[in-house]
């Protein structure tokens, strides 16, 4: 049975995470839940985000691991997220910060055929 992704990326994201990655090298991202970003999608250079036992990975975008709190996670279960790319500033912290562009979060339920098809709670795993 196939599994149904719960985030993924857009050709415009994924154009922009080849560019950082060419910079930076190996990426990961983390699903800010508010404050100083909003709830933004951060991108960092692999390993430069501290990952809790707290934090779910929702699956990679690209190679690239994408984590979230597991309390924010608790809302957005039923969704699938969708990494997009548009004009402006990026987060403060993120790598995307400075190129003029920044990578926005968007997202749809999952219908009833799309949830049967999404792993375990059990199999979201939790970071390292």
Do not use: K
Not at 68 to 89: C, K, P, R, S
């Amino acid at each position: 049975m196939m599994t149904m992704p719960r985030v993924t990326a857009t050709a415009a994201a994924l154009e922009l995470m080849a560019a950082l990655r060419d910079r930076h090298g190996p990426l990961m991202f983390f699903q800010s839940g508010g404050c100083c970003d909003g709830s933004t999608p951060m991108c960092y250079p692999a390993g430069e985000f501290n990952i809790s036992d707290t934090d779910v990975c929702l699956g990679s975008l690209d190679g690239a691991p994408f984590y979230m709190g597991v309390e924010q996670f608790a809302y957005w279960e039923h969704t699938q997220l969708i990494i997009d790319v548009v004009d402006g500033n990026g987060g403060m912290f993120s790598l995307d910060n400075g190129t003029g562009r920044r990578f926005l979060t968007r997202s749809r339920l999952f219908n009833d055929e799309e949830l049967a098809q999404l792993p375990p709670l059990g199999a979201v795993t939790a970071g390292p």
